[in-house]
Nanobody, 124 residues
Framework: VQLQASGGGLVQAGGSLRLSCAAS????????MAWFRQAPGKEREFVAA????????RKAESVKGRFTISRDNAKNTMYLQMNSLKPEDTAVYYC??????????????????WGQGTLVTVSS
């Protein structure tokens, strides 16, 4: 079972990136999924979460109005569209999935499958 995050890169402030999280080895169509990020020297923090049916989402205050989380269960893939990026968004972004919760929950302890991370660097 694997979650593969991709789409990170270097972008100027104000730019956009779209992250993808592709799952393999099992289906996560009934699982809640989320994005977290970890900046250098800081703890991992919650970014956004989405329920299995996409009817419920949750986002950190710092990304509201700029980031959009979505998923395509047919493709077993989750996305994070990031617009109006700021230097403080620089971090390694991790995707996660829960084998017991189908809801959009924000705590890292709710997730037991994690991707390897993709680096997002926003220059000023």
């Amino acid at each position: 079972v694997q979650l593969q995050a991709s789409g990170g890169g270097l972008v100027q402030a104000g730019g956009s990136l779209r992250l993808s999280c592709a799952a393999s080895g099992r289906t996560f169509s009934s699982s809640g999924m989320a994005w977290f990020r970890q900046a250098p020297g800081k703890e991992r923090e919650f970014v956004a979460a989405i329920s299995w049916s996409s009817t419920s989402t949750r986002k950190a205050e710092s990304v509201k109005g700029r980031f959009t989380i979505s998923r395509d269960n047919a493709k077993n893939t989750m996305y994070l569209q990031m617009n109006s990026l700021k230097p403080e968004d620089t971090a390694v972004y991790y995707c996660a999935a829960s084998s017991w919760s189908s809801q959009a929950v924000g705590g890292p302890a709710e997730y037991d499958y994690w991707g390897q991370g993709t680096l997002v660097t926003v220059s000023s």
